[in-house]
Antibody, heavy 119, light 106 residues
Framework: QVQLVESGGGVVQPGRSLRLSCAASGFTFSSYGMHWVRQAPGKGLEWVAVISYDGSNKYYADSVKGRFTISRDNSKNTLYLQMNSLRAEDTAVYYC????????????WGQGTLVTVSS | DIQMTQSPSSLSASVGDRVTITCQAS??????LNWYQQKPGKAPKLLIYDASNLETGVPSRFSGSGSGTDFTFTISSLQPEDIATYYCQQYDNLPLFGQGTKLEIK
């Protein structure tokens, strides 16, 4: 079965950087697009970024564009989110999710990793 | 940019009730809409894709309908395990979630 395990979360000061990882198993990772979605404490879901199956196409939410970078290593079955210039409003649980087929539907999710941006 | 308006923001119903949640898009998105369930402390789960298609393994009491700008999510007979927050998500362009509907048992 599909398994997605996020890691790399923690407490970080404003302005600093953090890299999240998502280890995938149970499916052919190199065949599917992947997403990052976040959820601030007590708030709703916010889509963050998507990357195509081969890494050639990447799209971002306006709130993170220019600060966050999504990437993947298909040889390691791992998805990444490099987060730079972090702000207090980036505090959230970050989920990685597998796309169904074409960047539109998130049909499998990890358990999430908490990022807290605080001085 | 497309805006999604989901209502109500919260809902209290009794076991066995029919529950309806709506999602309205600011412009025509055809059937490019999904519905997710998120139980407290858990990751979201896809229930309905392409407005009306039931994801594999999802109970048939869940259904979705609509196209264009107006969409409806229905639970035909509310069960205790359905307590969760439900989100719509459009994908006409990049994915965008609705604000969520928190469903509680009366």
């Amino acid at each position: 079965q599909v398994q997605l395990v996020e890691s790399g979360g923690g407490v970080v000061q404003p302005g600093r950087s953090l890299r999240l990882s998502c280890a995938a198993s149970g499916f052919t990772f190199s065949s599917y697009g992947m997403h990052w979605v976040r959820q601030a404490p007590g708030k709703g879901l916010e889509w963050v970024a998507v990357i195509s199956y081969d890494g050639s196409n990447k799209y971002y939410a306006d709130s993170v564009k220019g600060r966050f970078t999504i990437s993947r290593d298909n040889s390691k079955n791992t998805l990444y989110l490099q987060m730079n210039s972090l702000r207090a409003e980036d505090t959230a649980v970050y989920y990685c999710a597998k796309d169904r087929a074409d960047g539109t539907t998130l049909n499998d999710w990890g358990q999430g990793t908490l990022v807290t941006v605080s001085s | 940019d497309i805006q999604m308006t989901q209502s109500p923001s919260s809902l209290s119903a009794s076991v066995g009730d029919r529950v309806t949640i709506t999602c309205q898009a600011s412009q025509d998105i055809s059937n490019y809409l999904n519905w997710y369930q998120q139980k407290p402390g858990k990751a979201p789960k896809l229930l309905i894709y392409d407005a009306s298609n039931l994801e594999t393994g999802v109970p048939s009491r869940f259904s979705g309908s609509g196209s264009g700008t107006d969409f409806t999510f229905t639970i035909s007979s509310l069960q205790p395990e359905d307590i969760a927050t439900y989100y719509c998500q459009q994908y006409d362009n990049l994915p965008l979630f609705g604000q969520g509907t928190k469903l509680e048992i009366k």
